[in-house]
C-alpha cells in the first residue's frame, strides 16, 4: 500500500486547509487511516483517524470541533478539513493506514504500518 499526502501550505491564523491522502496498491484490505503530525523537536501525535468501513471517526481533544475527517471510499482517498487554524497546528501532517483487526481507533503509531511522505502545515500570521 502506498499512501500519498497532499494539500499543505502556509495560512494565517483563523484560515482553513483541506489534506488529502491518497491510497494506491492492495487497499482492499484496508481497516482504519489516521492523521498524525509532527512539529519541530516534538513526537509525533495523533490527530483524527477512521474506519474504512463504516466511517466512525475519533478526534485528538487539541483538534475536536475544527478539523473534520472524512473519506471516499471509490477514490481510496481520505481527507482532514482543518478549520480555524492555529499556529500550534505547525506540524508535518502524515497520513497512516492499518490493514489488521481494530476493535478501536488507535492512537499510537506502532498500529499502522503504513505511512505516507508527509505535508507541511504552517500557520502564522
Known amino acids: 500500500v502506498q499512501l500519498q499526502a497532499s494539500g499543505g501550505g502556509l495560512v494565517q491564523p483563523g484560515d482553513s486547509l483541506r489534506l488529502s491522502c491518497a491510497a494506491s496498491?492492495?487497499?482492499?484490505?484496508?481497516?482504519?487511516m489516521a492523521w498524525f503530525r509532527q512539529a519541530p523537536g516534538k513526537e509525533r501525535e495523533f490527530v483524527a483517524g477512521?474506519?474504512?468501513?463504516?466511517?466512525?471517526?475519533y478526534y485528538a481533544d487539541s483538534v475536536k470541533g475544527r478539523f473534520t475527517i472524512s473519506r471516499d471510499n471509490a477514490k481510496n482517498t481520505m481527507y482532514l478539513q482543518m478549520n480555524s487554524l492555529k499556529p500550534e497546528d505547525t506540524a508535518v501532517y502524515y497520513c497512516a493506514a492499518r490493514m489488521g483487526s481494530a476493535v478501536v481507533i488507535f492512537t499510537t503509531l506502532a498500529h499502522y504500518a503504513y505511512w505516507g511522505q508527509g505535508t507541511q502545515v504552517t500557520v502564522s500570521s
Open positions: 496498491g492492495r487497499t482492499f484490505n484496508t481497516n482504519l
Open positions: 477512521i474506519r474504512w468501513s463504516g466511517g466512525s471517526t
